[in-house]
């Protein structure tokens, strides 16, 4: 019997290399006990190249691509996605970026960054000086600019306007030290115009932006303090707001998605997913695993796909900590313990990396990652355990992360042979709903 459901695990940056302090084996290789040895007996598995060989992908474009979203003609843009992650309510159209307040010293005529988060300012005061720029510069040159705090130095900064393109640069450096960025319409931009007009927009925002800033009572009290001031806005990752065919009516699968971290509740919310909460899950090393795991497989009872991120893993990796990387891998494991024989009969069930991130790296990098599917309605290999090295002689093979919704599909017994058109629609599945025909009335 094939299997019914979809239980999608994601272990951001799972895939690394050996390291002697984990006795010449991988963080996913230490960590490899009976809960993993569970699901490879039931099924099989291969290596992901997410994006293509030897391009490190970002988290939003490689879960777009695993999803079965074409990045080319359907991605918005990442500051958008993170946006809708925190629950701010963006209209078709607007252009959004994240941002951070910062500390700039201004050295020969440039705005050179100190502190990229504005000695992590808190909440409140990032809440008062947004407010602040929204009555200054809301309405800036016959565009309307809106800012909208969220936690700590963060905030979205929303543009909107006649003839806007999102299509420009970043002036966040992205370190401490260099001076802020001319922000500039990105060289394949489609509508050059647009972006060019952007551009400017966001370079004079961004002075004014300092020199009212500059002038705040608020910064005022933080100079006499010895902190940080606030005194500059960078914002990247821009990206316009725009309807994405739902999850739902690309693959007919009704999912939901258990995550903390802003992007991937973001990306669940995106793709028309519903979002669960989970007391203690913070998108970190010490989340609650238990919880989450236990909500995803209370969710499979109601939905056809349930997407689980957990973070943890990413973030050991981006502070080059092999250790903690597999000691929160093992408590991942353990909890593997809660996924019973009558789970496995009816579910298909999916760990996976959205890239690699080699600890010694700290960065993510463009090598696969390992995938594990576990399905009834899979053939088995014999390769021993879940590893990025076992993984090259396992029966799943190599796969694009373009190609892995199709095989899921193919897995729980949905696919139809390629040409069958029962749907107007080209796809290659047999939709729930059909249209069927009716005898006349006599
Ligand atoms: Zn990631
Ligand atoms: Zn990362």
């Not at 960590?31 to 040895?37: D, P, V, Y």
């Not at 190249?49 to 939003?60: F, R």
């Not at 981006?318 to 809660?338: D, T, W």
């Not at 991130?357 to 879940?386: A, W």
């Amino acid at each position: 019997m094939n299997s019914e459901r979809i239980l999608f695990i994601v272990l951001d940056g799972l895939g690394d290399h050996a390291y002697r302090e984990l006795d010449g084996l991988t963080p996913l290789e230490k960590a490899n006990s009976t809960g993993f040895k569970k699901l490879k007996e039931n099924g099989c598995q291969g290596l992901m190249d997410v994006i293509a060989p030897g391009v490190p992908p970002s988290s939003d474009v490689s879960h777009l691509v695993m999803f079965g979203y074409d990045i080319d003609k359907e991605y918005f843009g990442r500051g958008p996605i993170e946006a809708l992650g925190e629950g701010v309510e963006l209209e078709e159209g607007e252009i959004a970026f994240r941002g951070n307040l910062a500390t700039v010293r201004v050295d020969n005529g440039y705005p050179v960054v100190v502190d990229r988060r504005a000695g992590r300012i808190g909440s409140e005061q990032t809440r008062e000086l947004t407010g602040f720029l929204n009555e200054e510069l809301g309405d800036f040159q016959g565009f309307r600019v809106r800012f909208q705090p969220l936690s700590e130095h963060r905030f979205v900064m929303v543009v909107s306007g006649e003839g806007l393109s999102h299509e420009v640069t970043d002036n966040d450096p992205h370190s401490e030290g260099k001076p802020v960025l001319l922000c500039q319409p990105v060289e394949e931009a489609r509508d050059m115009d647009g972006a060019r007009r952007l551009a400017n927009l966001v370079n004079s925002i961004t002075i004014e932006a300092i020199r009212r800033l500059s002038r705040h009572e608020l910064n005022r009290i933080r100079v006499e303090k010895g902190l940080h001031e606030a005194n500059a806005i960078l914002v990247r990752s821009p990206g316009v707001k725009r309807r994405m065919v739902s999850f739902r009516e690309k693959w007919d699968l009704n999912a939901a998605c258990v995550a903390a971290g802003l992007l991937y509740k973001g990306i669940g919310r995106a793709t028309g997913m519903d979002i669960y909460r989970v007391e203690g899950a913070n998108g970190l090393l010490n989340t609650n695993i238990t919880g989450k795991l236990s909500k995803a497989l209370e969710l499979l009872g109601k939905y056809d796909f349930v997407y689980l991120h957990l973070k943890g893993t990413d973030v050991a990796s981006h502070s080059r900590n092999p250790v903690a990387k597999y000691e929160f891998i093992q408590r991942f494991e353990e909890n593997l313990r809660m996924i019973d024989e009558s789970v496995l009969a009816v579910t298909t069930i999916v760990v996976t990396g959205d890239h690699t991130t080699p600890c010694d790296r700290g960065m993510h990098s463009g090598e696969p990652v390992p995938i594990l599917v576990s399905s009834n309605g899979l053939r088995k290999d014999d390769t021993r355990v879940f590893s990025e090295r076992e993984a090259v002689r396992g029966g799943l093979g190599r796969i694009r992360g373009c190609e892995l919704m199709q095989v899921l599909l193919d897995t729980i017994g949905r696919t139809v042979e390629y040409g069958t058109r029962p749907s107007p629609r080209r796809i290659n599945y047999m939709p729930k709903q059909l249209n069927y025909l009716k005898l006349k009335e006599a």
